[in-house]
C-alpha cells in the first residue's frame, strides 16, 4: 500500500503564486509515475501536470503550461507543484497521483483545495 499526504493549499488572489507538496510512503517502486489532477466543483477530475520518476519528462494540461512547474525530490519522495499567475479558473480540490509502472496502483491522496479570488 502506498498512503500520499498533500500540503501547500490555501487561498490566494488573482496573480499569486502556491507552492504544494505530497509526499508518499509506504511500498513504493523506484520506476514510477507521480502527478497533480484537480477537480473543480461540477467538473471531472483532469490531468494537471506529470513527472516520471528520474524527473526527465513532464507533461502539463495545456491550460496551466508555462505557470505551473511539476519536480521531485526522490530522496523525500516528494513532489511538487509551484503555481504561479494563479487565476480564479483555477480554483479546485488537487489530488496527488502515484502511480508505479510495474505493479498495481494508482493511488491518490485525499486532496488539497485551492480556492483562487479575484
Known amino acids: 500500500q502506498v498512503q500520499l499526504v498533500e500540503s501547500g493549499g490555501g487561498l490566494v488572489q488573482a496573480g499569486g503564486s502556491l507552492r504544494l507538496s505530497c509526499t508518499a510512503s509506504?511500498?513504493?517502486?523506484?520506476?514510477?509515475?507521480m502527478g497533480w489532477y484537480r477537480q473543480a466543483p461540477g467538473k471531472q477530475r483532469e490531468l494537471v501536470a506529470t513527472i516520471t520518476s528520474g524527473g526527465a519528462t513532464t507533461n502539463y494540461a495545456a491550460s496551466v503550461k508555462g505557470r505551473f512547474t511539476i519536480s521531485r525530490d526522490n530522496a523525500k519522495n516528494t513532489v511538487y507543484l509551484q503555481m504561479n499567475c494563479l487565476n480564479p479558473e483555477d480554483t479546485a480540490v488537487y489530488y496527488c497521483?502515484?502511480?508505479?509502472?510495474?505493479?498495481?496502483?494508482?493511488?491518490w491522496g485525499q486532496g488539497t483545495q485551492v480556492t483562487v479570488s479575484s
Open positions: 497521483n502515484y502511480n508505479p509502472t510495474y505493479a498495481r496502483g494508482p493511488y
Open positions: 509506504g511500498t513504493l517502486f523506484s520506476i514510477n509515475v
